[in-house]
């Protein structure tokens, strides 16, 4: 090694040695896999590393240090205004399924790197109050004529647009088109090549029309956001109360091939071993990921069954019309704002007049659009803090009374 007590630069031959070898690693992959050299970056931006740092893991980095990433660290995944450290919470859920999709992406030869990019952006465009909020924000914005709300859409707003962080085409493609609610036996990937194939896309997605990834690893993802949140949810669920410990009601199919019973803190982990060993035997060099038919009918009776218990049930919804209310009240409050320029508005101190935000995107985007993309990225905790600023009034004078 040579250099100063700053750096310290790799010499000729050790760089050699692990060009070398990476090279021989990369050898292994799949037939089926995104290689690094077939990286699209939109605005090509500096020459990149390929060695030490290739673009796809250079992805990941960029990832990571956005503003949107962030802010995961409170945002809801499914049960929300409930003080409990141990639930899941966004911050988690995408760790999850970055670990899932790894493990299914070795077993298969894959481009980890992809992978894990896609996993870590796949959310970031969740608004507060996990999908819920979104369902309240698809419904302002339809009446504010800018299309409806899609989390997945918006996370590509926040990476692509708003911070314009350049990523490849493949990790936008991947995160665009996560979506783990819609259940696939199995996923071909229908790749794109060029930034106008991914306006496409996103164009379709805006319109409800379902969009595959467009390499395999983005397939893979997709399958891992599912397999992330099924047993986690269950395990969640059973932790706080909202269901019992015996899943009432829980098809015996499910029950007998998942191994769901005895400790329930078993299940979780028993679901993830169960279905992720299916993939990788259903999907081995073969150019699609999927479930084996048993697998694929169980997996989906199991969202059925988190539907009908969780993410449908009366006590967690039981503050929606408070919610609800609230991003209405805020959306038109803060449009007021951009419409009368009232900069000392909190939507000019945190987006129109923040340093990290694209000056491409604030000259083209819509006082309607500033409002959604400015709720969209508050975390749970901001958007009541938000609220109790602007709609609790303040005291002024001291009670000297008796």
Known sequence: MAGNPHTMEIAGAQLDAITRRLKEKAALLSSHACRDDAAIRRDGGLPEDRVIRPPFFRDIDRI????????????????????????????IHIQLVAKIGRTIGRALFLNEDLIEAIALGHDIGH??????????????????????????????????????????????????????????????????????????????????????????????????????????????????????????????????????????????????????????ACSFDCGEVGFSPEISACVKMLKQYNYANIYENAVLHAQDPLIKNLYGVLFERFLGDVEEEQTDSLIYQDLIRAEWVSSAYLDTATPPELVRDYLAGMTDKYFESVAQELLIPKRHFRNHGP
Do not use: W
Request: hydrophobic residues 35%.
């Open 127 to 280: 608004p507060p109050y996990g999908h819920f909020g979104e369902q309240c924000l698809s419904e302002i914005c339809e009446t504010q004529n800018i299309g409806r709300f899609c989390h997945n859409v918006q996370s590509i707003q926040f990476l692509d647009t708003i911070e314009d962080t350049n990523l490849t085409l493949q990790v936008l493609d991947g995160i665009l088109c996560h979506d783990g609610e819609v259940h696939n036996t199995r996923l071909a990937p229908e790749p794109i090549t060029t930034p106008e194939g991914l306006s496409q896309k996103r164009e379709l997605m805006q319109q409800k029309k379902d969009q595959v990834p467009g390499t395999l690893e983005g397939c893979v993802v997709r399958i891992a956001d599912t397999i992330a949140y099924l047993g986690r949810d269950l395990q969640d669920a059973i932790e706080i109360g909202c269901l019992a410990p015996s899943l009432p009601g829980l098809p015996e199919e499910c029950r007998t091939l998942f191994s769901l019973a005895g400790d329930y803190r078993r299940f979780n982990a028993s679901i993830i071993d169960t279905v992720c060993r299916d993939v990788i």
């Open 64 to 91: 990571i240090h956005s503003r949107a990433f962030s802010r995961y660290i409170d945002k809801t995944q499914v049960f929300y205004l409930l003080d409990n450290e141990h639930i899941t919470h966004r911050a």
